[in-house]
């Protein structure tokens, strides 16, 4: 038995030993461990991927929610016990006890709270995921991924993207309602079909909104890959791993992408043709040359199907090879001093060759996938795109709706470098010495350690506040220079064999982001990968330098230099990681079960060719899940219609209201096109309609005979007018109420001054003030004055500022309000004593009535005063609030607002009253307005006399259709009938109402 035992330990310690022979001969096969390392190098930022782009499905939000709500909900109970027991002690002893008792109880109570956050985030979880089949999902994230869900759900269902084919193109019958307009299908339908047929086959419980979802966490990790190997071409496999996770973990990629639109074939379709028109440069033999340029231009033609901005990428490149082609011309002029002999540099030949194949096979693929004109047009994309993005008045006088889209606003340069750079800004600085690092050599010599010097100072400056003041073409200058420096130091020395082209991409690429961004932050998003790859490379660089002089230095033997410099630069992500991660477990879907079910109901109770009209942003939603045409959504915000939608809503004209929305419903905006027909002129034609909106037919008719229309005219402009409306739903929601300056100011878009901003200030003086005397019958001294005014709009939000203003309501809600009225006791006379006291009583109590006096109870004062504490302003000395408002009814006139200043400790500091323009007294039936004559604050106030509520608004609102519908539930309409009023998980308001047409 002993012998047994002995002999069975002995096999063990042979077979320990085998194992490490095996894994000793593994480690000495230098391939094989190649191959593991770049497989464990790819799989990690995978991983990663997978895990912070999953995470969004479990909602981890809804745990801190549900924390704090439950924190908040002990720790109230506690204060009020505290407050109770101990009303007259200081706030900051109050406040000590309770922080006490609430650790206490936190720690005597922790199973029972765990399981109050529990139930309570399964509450909040419900408010963003819906049933099918028995089965729970959660929502998809943002908007635009609805508009490219629909389009897979009608491909999944008829084989196309399209509602129908309409004359050859692809026909959205949903948008523009009740037109329907064309599209231009993209690859995203495509991928999400694709995807879900694929797990479908292993998981039937997918659903195509779960496959959408997925789709790209599958394309940020072709990203991650797509960067590993364009790190390890440029640098080496350290390189490729830092780029791929500094890819995976950019906080504005994964937000911008986890939603499910364009987005992410914007960052990986770029990575992707980088990186194989890189290896197609690299490629041995012109054949394999040829069939990765052709690669490449393949990728470029799919981009261009994914996405209308394709171009970015296909010009940077060929800046670069013209730059590269450039610099070797200059520098082989520089050794030979001819011209002819140029051409003999056999790399030129090749780069010009690669270079070829790939342009022409970029615009045979990117003509077969979209057209011929897309890819000619993108010699003048840059210039049309920039020019015309912000500009706020368009040719034809209607306003620009991207001016007021969130993700076009302007960038400033610390905005850029931030978000970018994980909130690190020296990463963005390491990222361009980066580039630096690939125009020198592995060890580089005294003038190339001065290059790195120079330029580690130069670029550390430019992540400094200094910089961020710049003009920021003066910052892209700058920036140059330490490249423009190091392509001298190539084109000097004869003997370079560096590689410079991807130098110059990467200086192209990041050059045209900067200026791109500027002008519209959602462009930051096409800086971050080249800013990743950049970075990846700076670290690659120093981790083989570094390594190299602890070898060389301490004699440490080189897998252990390795890895020790392999783990101190992995400490550069701890904070992208912890990023990363960030983003993914904050992410919930903007679409709440609210919104679901008030939609849902639309889609079960209404017609079929119902629409529904409302602000544009949610479109895409209505149409996918209500399933109905919209006035309005994310592809068509730029369209005349814009500015009916904000009238509708800013307007205190019900017949004004129904007569637009009876307008858009019949023919979207064909009325006022059939009118300008004859005018050409969309100020004068814009004028007609508002006219003719608040008419019935007949009175329309005679006003378009009287202003010289044909009856063929009329009947073709009457029948855009004056149809028999379809079902309307119209939508007011919380969120509109944050946006009031936003729709108000395209409804309140005056085409006078538009007119004047596009033809009048342009001209010299003379011209000018002579065309708005005939035009606008102003005096000279006005005409004048009008002209200089627009001469002093230096910017263009200045313009739009001047053509129309941008109202908003002061308080978001209603602030409740208490009657302080006063009162006082006074005797009353025999002949009146009988009001206030019963015969019968006088008869029960005779002798004491007489002998006591006769009194009654009289108000002598109605005041009404409401608490708002909002703030108005803020400095480095303190802040001003608007603290409250008394509303004298006896003496209007002495109605005020109290607004008071207190410094940064919150002690007052003074006190006072102003008057707003105007206070207005609602009741049940009516409302009465009180012009303040003393107003010095430019806000209504509005009293509602029914619940004991103020709410405070510009005047432009004060008694607008949004006002009455989403804040007095439709008071002082008639039209209007409520069809649904729910609100969402995080507490908004969707308020659905159903047109009652009076025709």
Known sequence: MAKHVQSESHDDDQEIKLDFSSVKRFLSDKRKVSI???????????????????????????????????????RGQIAAVVNQQYPSLPQANKDMLINQQYEEFLKNNQQMIDQQIAGTSQQFKKGFQYDENNVTYTFLGDLDSYFYLRQARNLFETGSVCDE??????????????????????????????????????????????????????????????????????????????????????????????????DIWNVVLALVIVWVFLEAIEAEGLKMKSILAALAGLVTGVFAFAWGGWWYIFEFLLAAVVAYFIIVIAKNLLEHRDIKKVWHHSELRLNAFTAGIYFFSSFVFVSLMTSVQAFTAVVLAPLSTFTTLKTPVHPNLWPNVFTTVAELNEANLSTIVSQT??????????????????????????????????????????????????????????????????????????????????????????????????????????????????????????????ARILR????????????????????????PIRAGESAGDNFTPSITKGW????????????????????????????????????????????????????????DNEREALGILRMLDCGSNNAFDEVDKRNNDTEVSENIISELVVMDE?????????????????????????????????????????KAGVWAHFGLWNFDRAYMVKNVRPKPLSEAVDLLQQRFGYSIDEATSIYYEMQSLQTERAINDWVSPWPSYLTNDWVGCQEQ???????????????????????????????????????????????????????????????????????????????????????????????????????????????????????????????????????????????????????????????????????????????????
């Open 698 to 738: 007949a009175e329309g008719a005679a006003h378009l005979k009287e202003l010289g229309y044909t009856d063929s005219e009329i009947q073709t402009i009457s029948s855009y007018l004056y149809c028999n409306p379809p079902e309307d739903y119209f939508i007011t929601s919380a969120d509109m109420v944050g």
């Open 36 to 74: 593991l390392l770049t497989l464990l190098f790819i799989l990690v930022p995978v991983v990663f991927t997978f895990q912070i782009r999953l995470a969004p499905e479990d909602l981890p939000q809804t745990e801190a929610w549900a924390a704090n709500a439950v924190g908040n909900y002990f």
């Open 552 to 575: 060389q230095e301490m004699n440490l033997n080189k897998t252990l230099a390795n890895l020790i410099v392999f783990f101190v630069l992995f400490l550069l992500l701890l904070t």
């Open 165 to 262: 084919v309409k004359d050859g193109w692809c026909w959205d019958n949903h948008i523009l309602a009740p037109l329907g307009g064309s599209v231009m299908p993209s690859m995203h339908p495509y991928g999400i079909v694709f995807l879900y047929k694929v797990i479908h086959a292993v998981n039937p419980k997918i659903n195509l909104m779960k496959a959408s979802f997925l789709l790209p966490t599958v394309l940020a990790a072709i990203a991650a890959v797509a960067a590993f190997f364009i790190g390890r071409r440029l640098m080496n496999e350290v390189a490729g791993f830092f780029a791929a996770m500094f890819v995976t973990l950019n906080p504005m990629f994964i937000t911008r992408t986890l939603g499910s639109d364009t």
């Open 596 to 651: 679901w079910d008030s939609l849902t109901k639309i889609r079960t109770e209404s017609a079929p060719d119902a629409i529904i009209n409302s602000w544009w942003d949610f479109g895409h939603w209505f149409k996918y899940v209500a399933d109905r045409r919209v006035t309005l959504d994310g592809v068509t915000q730029d369209h005349p219609n814009a500015h009916w939608l904000g009238l509708i809503l800013q307007t």
């Open 421 to 546: 750079s994980f909130g690190v800004t020296w990463l963005f600085a390491l990222a361009l010495i980066g580039i630096i690092f690939l125009m020198i050599k592995r060890k580089p010599d005294v003038k190339e350690y001065a290059l790195i010097g120079a330029s580690t100072l130069l670029f550390l400056y430019l992540v400094s506040a200094n910089a961020y003041a710049l003009n920021p073409f003066v910052y892209v200058v700058i920036l140059m220079l330490p490249v423009l420096a190091a392509l001298g130091l190539y084109v000097w020395d004869k003997h370079s064999k560096i590689d410079i082209k991807p130098a110059v991409l990467f200086t192209v690429w990041f050059m045209g982001m900067i200026i791109a961004s500027i002008k519209g932050v959602r462009f930051i998003l096409l800086l971050t990968p080249v800013f990743s790859i950049a970075v990846g490379i700076a670290i690659g660089y120093l981790y083989q330098y570094l």
């Open 821 to 999: 009225n006063q009162t006082e006791i006074v005797p009353v006379s025999d002949d009146t004593g009988a009001d206030d006291v019963s015969a019968d009583a006088q008869n029960e109590s005779n002798a004491s009535i007489s002998a006591a006096p006769k009194t009654k109870t009289v108000v002598v004062s109605r005041k009404l005063m409401c608490g708002v504490g909002r703030t108005l302003g803020q400095d480095a000395n303190g802040r001003t609030v608007l603290e409250g408002i008394i509303v004298d009814y006896d003496k209007p006139d002495n109605s005020s607002l109290i607004i008071s200043s207190f410094d940064n400790n919150g002690v007052r500091r003074g006190s006072g009253e102003v008057a707003p323009a105007s206070f207005i007294l609602l009741g049940e039936d009516d409302y009465e307005t009180i012009e303040m004559a003393n107003s010095t604050f430019e806000f209504d106030v509005l009293i509602d006399q029914v619940n004991n509520r103020a709410l405070i608004a510009d005047p432009y609102l004060s008694k607008s259709m949004f006002t009455k519908l989403f804040y007095l539930d439709g008071r002082y309409t008639e039209h209007f009938q409520k069809f649904s009023d729910l609100s969402d998980v995080t507490g908004s308001r969707i308020i659905v109402w159903k047109v009652d047409w009076p025709w």
